[in-house]
């Protein structure tokens, strides 16, 4: 390296100096990340208890899940795929369209897979 | 049991998330505000950084295979900030221009402010292609080394080496023909 080269390096180590970052942005983040936590697993209970209210809404779609590989399983995947696009036009809420895909589940599993 | 292990390794995840953040916050912005040439945008897109960073932290560490992970934060920062300039068809302000406001801020400023050497050094980076100016912002204010450059530019690390000579070639330069105009 010539000694140009290393001198202008060593002005641009200066003047590219690490920047702090202001001390309320430090803070904000972590609360904005925090926040985020807890509603990522406020939302996961609420929905769980929502979707497990009333046991026969979920047994059949968990006997579906559990023979996932089927044909019968896919076909059921397939058609609730199909429903979920419109309800999620209908559902003002991830929760109501949670709870909607669940019950499609239901249904299908029934139509198609009716000894399950 | 099933759930306790869930919540056990989602806090785990938490955890090194908080520990990358800590330790990688200073770069982040130090980069943006390189990048971006002002404090108010540097914050925006360090916030946007680590918001991405979180939703994909998991993976990221999956596929890491246990490699430090800041050229993945600062290849998030430089993809936000390639959008940034899209969506608002504007060009990087010099670091210069905001040097009155910066300096009432930040040291790194007041100790440019009054050194026309680092104040042209400073006006010349930004003259430089976006690839240059970004290696050297890299190299320089973040201290990162060839290959941690060419993991967040997706590039080789021979790639990177001739990038970053490149950069300073061209640099020295601009400077060298400034001082002439000057002169």
Do not use: C
Not at chain 2, 131 to 152: K, P, Q, V, W
Not at chain 2, 156 to 163: H, M, P, S
């Amino acid at each position: 390296m010539t000694s140009g080269a290393a001198h202008l390096e060593a002005l641009l180590r200066e003047a590219l100096s690490p920047v702090e970052p202001p001390a309320d942005l430090a803070q904000r983040l972590e609360l904005t990340l925090v926040n985020l936590t807890e509603l990522a697993q406020d939302e996961l209970e609420s929905w769980e208890l929502s979707a497990m209210r009333d046991p026969r809404n979920w047994a059949r779609p968990v006997a579906a899940a559990v023979i996932g590989t089927t044909a019968g399983t896919a076909l059921v995947l397939l058609r609730v795929r199909a429903r979920h696009r419109s309800r999620k036009a209908e559902s003002s809420s991830l929760r109501q369209l949670a709870e909607h895909t669940l019950h499609d589940i239901a249904e299908e599993t029934r139509r198609i897979l009716p000894d399950r | 049991m099933g759930d306790d292990d869930g919540s056990k390794s989602k806090a785990e995840l938490d955890a090194r998330f908080t520990e990358l953040y800590r330790a990688h916050l200073r770069d982040v912005y130090s980069y943006s505000y390189y990048r971006v040439g002002n404090h108010h945008d540097a914050e925006d897109l360090t916030e946007q950084t680590f918001l991405q960073a979180y939703r994909h932290f998991e993976r990221a560490m999956r596929e890491s295979n246990g490699r430090p992970l800041r050229p993945w934060l600062i290849r998030i920062a430089h993809n936000l900030a390639a959008n940034f300039y899209r969506d608002r068809s504007r060009k990087p302000e010099s670091a210069i221009e905001d040097a009155g406001v910066i300096s009432s801020v930040h040291t790194t400023e007041s100790l440019v402010e009054g050194r026309e050497e680092l104040q042209s050094i400073l006006a010349g980076v930004a003259q430089l292609p976006d690839d240059r100016r970004e290696a050297l912002i890299m190299r320089f204010a973040l201290g990162m080394d060839n290959r941690e450059i060419a993991r967040a530019l997706g590039r080789t690390d021979g790639a990177t080496k001739v990038l970053l000579h490149r950069a300073i070639r061209q640099l020295e330069g601009i400077v060298a023909s400034s001082e002439d105009t000057q002169a």
